[in-house]
């Protein structure tokens, strides 16, 4: 059974830090491009952060560049996002998805599998 589970979410100030997890089991990540998505309240779903099979490439969201890591483990089916500095505007269910290789890294549309999401709060 495919699963992705995100943790590490919850509430922080304005300029505060937190590191999401997403760990991943019914398939191997190696084949896939792993990603992060946010959904705020009353928006669309944005790309957030992704990174290719070997992690040596990323790609973030502009409004995120700068202050957000992606980083991801194999070995151990799990993909992590260090979140700096955080606003208020980053406040969303953050959602972990994994992409077998379809479309651009940032397009929802290729994204196959997807987690539940965790919810971040940033108050000011």
């Known amino acids: 059974q495919v699963q992705l589970v995100e943790s590490g979410g919850g509430s922080v100030q304005t300029g505060g830090s937190l590191r999401l997890s997403c760990a991943v089991s019914?398939?191997?990540?190696?084949?896939?491009?792993m990603a992060w998505f946010r959904q705020a309240p009353g928006k669309e779903r944005e790309f957030v952060a992704g990174?290719?099979?070997?992690?040596?490439?990323?790609y973030y969201g502009d409004s995120v560049k700068g202050r957000f890591t992606i980083s991801r483990d194999n070995a151990k089916n799990l993909v992590a996002l260090q979140m700096n500095s955080l606003t208020p505007e980053d406040t969303a269910v953050y959602y972990c998805?994994?992409?077998?290789?379809?479309?651009?890294?940032?397009?929802?549309?290729?994204?196959?599998?997807w987690g539940q999401g965790t919810q971040v709060t940033v108050s000011s």
């Open positions: 998805a994994a992409n077998g290789g379809y479309g651009h890294i940032k397009s929802m549309s290729g994204y196959k599998h």
């Open positions: 019914g398939f191997t990540i190696n084949n896939y491009r």
């Open positions: 990174v290719e099979w070997s992690g040596r490439y990323k």
